[in-house]
C-alpha cells in the first residue's frame, strides 16, 4: 500500500509553485512536508486532493494510477478544517455513509468513531458551534468512517490548545497504526520530529531534502536542532 | 437516483436545522415575524384597494424600441454571466466544506454537478418569485410584473444553466475560447442596445435602430411577457436542455468548480463592505499608489477613509465595476430623460419616472446589500486610537458611500440636464450624497441590530427596503412643505437633504451605540 506522487508540477500565471515534486508515503507511514511560507505544500496537497488541476504529475495508490476522482481516495484536512454550518456531527456521518454508500453497520462504527474521539457529548452540536479541534476531529472521524486510505493534514496543529494538539496527536497515530498514510504539513519542527516517521524539505516548489531527521542532521554533520537544520537547508 | 437523493439528504438536513436555529432564538424569530406581517399588510393593503386585485390581469405591451432594446439586454447580461464562467468565476459550492465533502465522496460526478446546477437554479427562482411577489404586492399596476413572472423566472433559469457548458468549454477548448465566444455574446447584444439607446437621445441613430427594430426583437419580447405559451416554454425548454447537458459533460470539473468558487466566496465575504451594486472581486494588485492629497492629510478616525480609498485603488475588479455603474448610470439617466422631453408632458413623465427609478434604487440596492464589519471589527488596528466608535462608522459610511454617490449623481445629472432642469441638476450631487448616505446608515442601523450574515441576506433585506421608505418619508415630507410654503425649490430641496443627513447622524448614533465595546461579539455574530 504506497501513494506515489510523481513529478508534479502546478503554476499560477508565471509563479511556479510546485516544480518537478516526486515523493511516495506508505500506509501506516507519517510523513512530514516541511518548508517556509510559499514552499508549495498546500498546492502540493490540493493536487493531490483533486482540488487543484495540475500542469502535470501522476498520483498512484498501491500502483494505480489515480485520475480525477483521487478525492476518494485521498483526503484533505485543511488548516481551516470546514464542516457544514448547518449539519450536526452527526448528520455528518450520514452524509458521509450515504454519499460513499457504506454497507450495513456503519452507525456502530460512527458510534465507536465518536467515542474514540470523545464526540459523543457533541453528536448533535450544530457545525457552526463546534471549535477548531472539533471540527477537525469531525472530518477525520468522516474521512476514517469512510475507508479513506491516504489523509492529507494541513498545519493541523495551528489554533489547537495543549489538550487538543496532543489529543490530535494521538488520533494521528492510531491512525497510522491502522494503516492510513498520512503527510503533515507543519511549521512546528518539534511536532515533527516527534511525529513523523520522516520529513520532506521544500523550497521555492522544489523538494530540498528528504529523509528522516537523524539522516538529515547526519548529513548536515550531526549538529544544531531541528530549526538549525531546517533553516540551513531552506535559506 | 440514489445519488440525487443523498444530495436532496444534504439540502434537506441544513434547511431544516436552519429553521430550526431560528425558531430556537426569539430576537431572530421576532425579525422574520415583522418581515412576514409586513409582507401580509402589504396583501391586505392590496386586497382592499380594488385596482389592485384587477390589475392582475393587466396586459403588458412595450412599445419600440424599449421592446427590442429589453431583449439586447437580456443577451448582454447573458453574456456577462457567461463571460464570468469563463473567467473562472462561478460559485456552484455554497462553501469550502461543500468542495470538500463532495468532491471526496463516491457519488457520480455527473450527478454532483448536475445537482449544484439545479441548487443554483433552485435558488434563483425562489429569489425571482419573492421579488415578483414583493413587486405585486408593492405596487398598484401589480398585476404586469405576476404576468411577467413566468417569462422572467424563464430568463433567469436560462443564464445560470450556461454557466457549466461554459465552464466546460473553459475547460476543454481554453480559457481564450471560452471568453471570446462569451465576449461575442456580449458584443451581439450590447451594439443593438447602444443603437437603439442612442436612437431616443439622437435622431441620427435612428434608421439604424428601425434596422434592428425590424428584426423583430420587439415581438418577441411582446408575445414573452404577452405568455406566450410556445415561446415561454421554448424558453423553458432550453433552460432544461442546458441543465441535461449539464450532466452530460458534468465530468472532471471538481479543480475547476472549487477553483472558481473558492474566488466567488473570497469575493462575497469582501462585499458585505462595500455598497450595494457598485462592487467589485477584489483582485488585490501591488501598487506604490497613494491616496489623493486630502486623504493622505486623514488623521484619527478619517485614516478609515484613506484605507478604504487605498483598498479600492488596489482593486482592478472594483474599480471596474465603479465605472461600470457610473457610466451605465449616466447612459439611463441621459435615455430617459429624452424619453421625458420627447413625451407630451415632459414634466409629468419626468416626475413618474422619477419616482419609479426611486423605487427600484430603494429595493435593489437595498436588497442586494448585503452589511458587513467582521473584517474591520476582528482586526486590532481598527480599534486602536482614542477616537469613538460613533466618528469611526461615521467615516466608514462616508468612505464606503462615495462610489454610490457619484453614480447616482452622474444620474441625476443626466437625467435633469436632458430635460433642462438646471437646478435639479445643482442640487444633484448633495442629493445624491444625501440618499448614499442615508441608505447605507439603514443598512448599518439593520446590522447593528441582527449582524448575522444569514439574517443579513433573509427578513433584514425587507427590512431595510421598509426601513428606507420610513427614512424617506420626513425628508420628502421637508421638502414638500418647504416648497408649499416658501415656494422656493432651492429651499425645499436643501430642508430634504438636511432632514436626510440628520437621519443617517441618529441611525449611525444608534450603531454605534450598539457596536460599542462589542466589536469581537459583532464579527462572530456575523459570521455565525
Given amino acids: ?235 | 437516483m440514489s445519488d440525487f437523493a443523498t444530495l436532496a439528504y444534504l439540502d434537506f438536513r441544513q434547511l431544516l436545522n436552519r429553521v430550526r436555529t431560528i425558531l430556537h432564538q426569539p430576537g431572530r424569530l421576532i425579525v422574520y415575524v415583522i418581515a412576514i406581517a409586513y409582507f401580509g399588510f402589504l396583501a391586505w393593503v392590496r386586497r382592499i384597494n380594488p385596482h389592485g386585485v384587477s390589475g392582475t390581469t393587466i396586459p403588458v405591451m412595450v412599445p419600440e424600441p424599449y421592446a427590442s432594446t429589453i431583449l439586447f439586454a437580456f443577451v448582454t447580461l447573458l453574456g456577462v454571466i457567461m463571460y464570468g464562467a469563463a473567467s473562472g468565476f462561478l460559485g456552484v459550492f455554497s462553501s469550502t466544506a461543500d468542495a470538500r465533502f463532495l468532491c471526496g465522496s463516491k457519488l457520480s460526478e455527473r450527478a454532483v454537478v448536475t445537482w449544484l446546477q439545479i441548487r443554483r437554479c433552485t435558488s434563483t427562482v425562489i429569489r425571482w418569485l419573492l421579488l415578483l411577489i414583493f413587486y405585486s404586492l408593492l405596487y398598484r399596476r401589480s398585476g404586469g410584473f405576476a404576468a411577467l413572472a413566468p417569462t422572467l423566472i424563464a430568463g433567469a433559469l436560462l443564464t445560470v444553466a450556461t454557466a457549466i457548458p461554459i465552464l466546460k468549454l473553459r475547460v476543454v477548448r481554453g480559457r481564450p475560447t471560452a471568453q471570446l465566444l462569451s465576449a461575442a455574446v456580449v458584443a451581439a447584444g450590447l451594439l443593438p442596445l447602444s443603437i437603439l439607446l442612442g436612437s431616443v437621445i439622437g435622431p441620427a441613430l435612428g434608421p439604424w435602430a428601425r434596422n434592428i427594430e425590424s428584426i423583430g426583437a420587439g415581438f418577441a419580447v411582446n408575445a414573452l411577457f404577452g405568455r406566450n405559451v410556445w415561446g415561454v416554454s421554448a424558453m423553458y425548454a432550453a433552460a432544461f436542455g442546458l441543465l441535461a447537458f449539464s450532466y452530460v459533460v458534468g465530468n472532471d470539473l471538481y479543480p475547476d468548480l472549487y477553483a472558481s468558487s473558492i474566488k466567488v466566496l473570497a469575493f462575497r465575504r469582501q462585499r458585505g463592505r462595500l455598497p450595494g451594486v457598485i462592487v467589485g472581486e477584489r483582485e488585490y494588485r501591488e501598487s506604490n499608489v497613494t491616496a489623493i492629497w486630502f486623504l493622505n492629510r486623514a488623521r484619527g478616525a478619517w485614516t478609515i477613509a484613506w484605507k478604504e480609498w487605498i483598498a479600492f485603488v488596489r482593486a482592478p475588479g472594483a474599480q471596474r465595476m465603479f465605472w461600470f455603474g457610473f457610466f451605465a448610470s449616466a447612459a439611463v439617466g441621459a435615455v430617459l430623460g429624452s424619453a421625458a422631453r420627447h413625451s407630451a408632458h415632459p414634466l409629468e413623465t419626468a416626475g413618474v419616472m422619477s419616482s419609479s427609478i426611486a423605487n427600484v434604487i430603494v429595493i435593489f440596492i437595498t436588497i442586494a446589500s448585503s452589511f458587513g464589519l467582521a473584517e474591520d471589527l476582528r482586526k486590532p488596528l481598527w480599534w486602536m486610537g482614542t477616537d469613538t466608535v460613533w466618528s469611526r462608522l461615521f467615516a466608514w459610511v462616508l468612505a464606503t458611500s462615495w462610489r454610490l454617490s457619484a453614480c447616482l449623481a452622474v444620474g441625476i445629472i443626466a437625467f435633469a440636464g436632458t430635460l433642462g432642469l438646471q437646478l435639479v441638476v445643482i442640487a444633484a450631487i448633495p442629493l445624491a450624497i444625501a440618499i448614499a448616505v442615508t441608505l447605507r446608515s439603514v443598512g448599518l442601523a439593520l446590522y447593528a441590530l441582527m449582524p448575522s450574515g444569514l439574517d443579513q441576506r433573509g427578513p433584514l433585506a425587507m427590512l431595510r427596503v421598509l426601513l428606507t421608505y420610513l427614512c424617506a418619508l420626513p425628508p420628502i415630507a421637508a421638502t414638500v412643505v418647504s416648497a408649499l410654503v416658501i415656494h422656493s425649490f432651492p429651499f425645499a430641496i436643501t430642508a430634504g437633504i438636511i432632514v436626510a443627513i440628520f437621519e443617517a447622524l441618529g441611525l449611525i448614533t444608534f450603531a454605534a451605540f450598539r457596536v460599542s465595546g462589542r466589536g469581537a461579539a459583532f464579527a462572530q455574530a456575523e459570521a455565525a
Fill in chain 1, 1 to 235: 500500500m504506497k501513494l506515489e506522487i510523481s513529478h508534479l508540477v502546478k503554476s499560477f500565471g508565471r509563479k511556479l509553485a510546485v516544480n518537478d515534486v516526486s515523493f511516495d508515503v506508505n500506509g501506516g507511514e507519517i510523513v512530514g512536508l516541511l518548508g517556509p511560507n510559499g514552499a508549495g505544500k498546500s498546492t502540493t496537497f490540493l493536487c493531490a486532493a483533486g482540488l487543484l488541476r495540475p500542469d502535470s504529475g501522476t498520483f498512484s495508490w498501491n500502483g494505480q494510477e489515480l485520475g480525477a476522482k483521487r478525492g476518494q481516495t485521498i483526503a484533505l484536512i485543511s488548516e481551516t478544517p470546514d464542516v457544514y454550518p448547518m449539519l450536526t456531527v452527526w448528520e455528518h456521518m450520514v452524509f458521509v455513509a450515504k454519499s460513499c454508500r457504506l454497507s450495513a453497520g456503519w452507525e456502530t462504527r460512527a458510534n465507536d468513531l465518536l467515542a474514540r474521539f470523545q464526540m459523543t457529548g457533541q453528536r448533535n452540536a450544530l457545525g457552526n458551534s463546534l471549535s477548531k479541534g472539533m471540527r477537525q476531529k469531525t472530518l477525520v472521524a468522516a474521512t476514517v468512517l469512510a475507508a479513506t486510505p491516504v489523509i492529507l493534514f494541513d498545519e493541523p496543529m495551528v489554533g489547537l490548545d495543549p489538550l487538543g494538539q496532543r489529543e490530535l496527536r494521538g488520533i494521528i497515530r492510531s491512525l497510522r497504526e491502522g494503516g492510513t498514510a498520512i503527510v503533515m504539513s507543519t511549521h512546528m519542527l518539534e511536532q515533527a520530529q516527534t511525529i513523523c516517521d520522516r520529513v520532506i524539505i521544500l523550497k521555492t516548489g522544489r523538494i530540498v531534502a528528504e529523509g528522516t531527521f537523524s539522516e538529515l542532521q547526519a548529513r548536515s554533520g550531526g549538529q544544531g536542532t531541528a530549526e538549525d537544520l531546517f533553516l540551513e537547508l531552506t535559506r
